[in-house]
């Protein structure tokens, strides 16, 4: 027993000599680093004062200030920044729907302006700029070396006001210029339609706006098609979304999915990690879904197209997203400024961060670019093609009702539509004759 005791007490000493050993340096550690931070910002202190007193022109501290802050924030990632009470409030508006501008989402690479993707029925759209274009001047001015925020600051300007543009696009062999004038941006966040027998819901972002416009969208494609039961399915194309609020992605996602996990986003620590799931009710009421995407889709665009992806619940076709895997949250600040702070990643059901690696489609399937038609072309189109109806002393075909010679006909015309849709919009084509090709394969009724 005496020597269980003295094992004992030998013990503890030995855990306290122990933990005083490592304790001590780490504390010193500490206390360096802490020294260290102090030291660094005394040094920050002694530069703004030397910018004060000795720079060649009279500059406003407050401006040193935020741009400093800025330069903080800006070295992290490419999505945490500084927005100064101005900068702030365009964001407001903008999650709200509406903001001035010429209807790009932009981010930086490589010292450029490179083009997340441009905003459908937006200036930018309809003068030609497009996804994965870099944007290296501006009215003759480079923007080589400027901060992301200063280069969109160059961009903005009043509604109706001319910018030049300086673009270099992959494929091009030379920098063209494009002239765009500036103007509201009004978002239209979903437009819905019904080509065929199939709903197709296009989703340009995600703001505020996003989920109920979808919802209401294709109840009413619905409504117009005569019930649920005259749809073959349902097309989400998501092209050029550059993403948006996080919630609305996720409102998204629930909507055409039952149960199981939507996204989860995981922190720093891991107590600040969060998983979200589904809950029960499918707007789609079970029809197959094609989810289009393309290099300009982005963020919340991505988390939508994972989670479907993942649970089967549609077949992802197009090309590789952009691959933005990372959640920002905007932290008000005093003066009515506020930081984008990056604060997490997020991940798909199955556990994949597709940060940098984007959501790979099913199907890969790209849009042909637009050849200019020649002149033996356009006499190849307007050759008409000769069938067995057209030969002189054809049979006739005795067989066919009336009913089923008009049903013919439709079929020719919906045929003829599906043609034209083809040389106008190829990935969406396919995605019609995809879901065209499932509804065949269903049970009969």
Known sequence: MKKFVMAAVAGTVAGVVATTQIAGPLLAQEAEKTTNVYEQLDLFGDIFERIRAQYVEDVEPGDLIEAAING???????????????????????TRGEFGGLGIEVTQEEGFVKVVSPI????????????????????????????????????????????????????????????????????????????????????TTFNEQTYPKMKEGLEQQIEDAGGMENINGIVIDMRNNPGGLLNQAIAVSDAFLEEGEIVSTRGRDIEDGDRVNATPGDLAMGKPIVVLINGGSASASEIVAGALQDHRRAIVIGTKSFGKGSVQTVMPLRGDGAMRLTTARYYTPSGRSIQALGVSPDIVVAQP??????????????????????????????????????????????????????????????????LKGLSALGPNE
């Open 120 to 203: 459908d029925g937006t200036p930018a759209a309809e003068a030609g700029i497009e996804a994965g274009d870099f944007i290296t001047h501006v009215d003759g001015e480079s923007l080589l070396g400027l901060g992301l925020d200063d280069a969109v600051e160059m961009m903005r300007g009043p509604v109706g006001s001319e910018i030049l543009i300086t673009v270099v696009r992959e494929g091009e062999p030379e920098p063209f210029d494009v002239s765009i004038v500036r103007d509201t941006i009004q978002l239209t966040a979903v437009r819905a339609r019904t080509v065929g027998n199939t709903a197709v819901l296009r989703l």
């Open 369 to 434: 670019p637009a050849a200019p038609e020649t002149e033996e072309d356009e006499a190849l189109s307007a050759r008409p093609l000769r069938s067995e109806a057209d030969l002189r002393g054809r049979l006739n075909n005795d067989s066919l009702t009336d009913d089923q010679i008009k049903q013919i006909e439709d079929d020719r015309e919906k045929a003829r539509k599906a043609a034209e849709l083809r040389e106008e919009d190829y990935q969406l084509a396919y995605a019609i004759d995809i």
């Open 72 to 94: 903080m924030l800006t070295s992290l990632d490419p999505h945490s920044s500084y927005l100064s009470p101005k900068d702030a409030e365009k964001m407001r508006e903008q």
